[in-house]
């Protein structure tokens, strides 16, 4: 993470097992910060990409690259709020680290296309899908390089304080850590394991449906998934795009939300979430819903700059799945040029 930060770079989202970055640019510096986000990736990989552990596992970093346009949209109310990024090109860079093998770069084809390919040792993996990036033919001048890269740093890192922009990042945060932070509590102390109950909901949409539509929909989602779970102790931790529609994390049993019977509730919420979203959703082609219990560790990740609170969670919980307006509530914000970053942490015995 901080490898990322150094280079300009924003976290999206921190997960168990991996994070997705975003750089942010102008159309015309596209190429550039290819370049950039290339030698940050390179550097990431010369680093970390094989640790030992006292457990007898190698974790083993595998890196996709896309470039292209996204939209940034808010979904939620007034209370709590998430961040979705969504676009054909972050299809793209899943498409781009899944194809990836341990230890390697891959670049999407528009990626690909948008890049200074004679800097690149490269391996076409498929045709107008994904090329491996092997290292440089020819390595990029560091002066230059540095001068684009001191324009992109985080302004974030030295912002003012603001209350009216503090209390609208309140909204993005769960309410069992507002509560610690408001009470003072020291980060290092909020780690722990402990056992909860968790629902992860995915839809997938058909093809065939419009952007905004989808916002609409996956809004409408999850404002009843909240709403529903929070009757039995559960929070909506996160919503997570992918190819062909989105994932609803739930969790029942956080701190200061424990409930007896917990597990009943989680299976009660899910019927009624299934209900709903296959009866009242249009343009859904697939609801699926996993359920399961068991230790996990909840906790602050990441570098001192940029952590979150997050958990490591198996990978059997993903296994299984394979009043206000909507207008009022979703925000679109203008379409950005970006470079993106999923880098995912493999466990090989």
């Not at 084809?109 to 994904?130: H, P, T």
């Not at 209900?275 to 602050?300: D, H, Q, R, Y």
Request: aromatic residues 10%; hydrophobic residues 45%; contains cysteine.
């Amino acid at each position: 993470i901080s490898d990322v930060l150094c280079f300009g770079g924003d976290i999206l989202n921190i997960t168990g097992n991996g994070l997705l970055a975003l750089w942010t640019v102008e159309q015309n510096q596209l190429s550039d910060i290819i370049t950039l986000v290339a030698k940050c990736s390179l550097e990431i990989q010369e680093k970390f990409g094989i640790y030992h552990t006292r457990e007898g596992q190698d974790l083993q970093l595998k890196i996709g690259l896309s470039a292209g346009r996204i939209s940034q949209v808010i979904i939620g109310d007034e209370q709590r709020q998430y961040l979705l990024v969504i676009g054909r090109d972050i299809d793209g860079v899943q498409l781009a680290q899944r194809l990836a093998q341990a230890n390697e770069i891959v670049l999407s084809w528009n990626c690909w296309k948008l890049c200074e390919q004679y800097m690149f040792e490269v391996e076409i993996m498929r045709e107008d899908e994904a090329v491996k990036v092997g290292g440089w033919s020819h390595p990029p001048n560091a002066f230059g390089l540095f001068s684009f890269f001191s324009d992109i740093l985080r302004t974030a890192l030295v912002l003012d304080p603001d209350s009216a922009l503090e209390q609208t990042l309140r909204k993005h945060i769960m309410k069992n850590l507002l509560k610690k932070i408001d009470e003072g509590q020291p980060m290092e102390y909020i780690s722990e394991f402990r056992t909860v109950t968790m629902v992860l909901v995915s839809l997938e949409f058909h093809k065939t449906a419009w952007m905004l539509h989808l916002c609409h929909l996956i809004q409408e989602a999850a404002l009843y998934i909240s709403t529903v779970i929070e009757k039995g102790g559960g929070q909506l931790s996160r919503i997570f795009m992918f190819e062909k529609g989105c994932m609803f994390l739930c969790v029942f049993g956080l701190p200061g939300d424990k409930k007896p019977d917990e597990c009943a509730h989680a299976l009660e919420s899910s019927f009624s979430i299934f209900s709903f979203c296959w009866e009242n959703l249009a343009e859904t082609k697939l609801v699926s819903i996993s359920v399961t219990n068991g230790p996990v560790f909840c906790g602050m990740v990441g570098a001192v700059a940029r952590h979150e609170y997050t958990g490591r969670v198996g990978h059997w919980v993903t296994s299984v799945t394979q009043g206000v307006k909507v207008e009022e509530v979703i925000q679109k914000f203008p379409i950005l040029f970006f470079t993106i970053s999923l880098i995912q942490l493999l466990a090989q015995k």
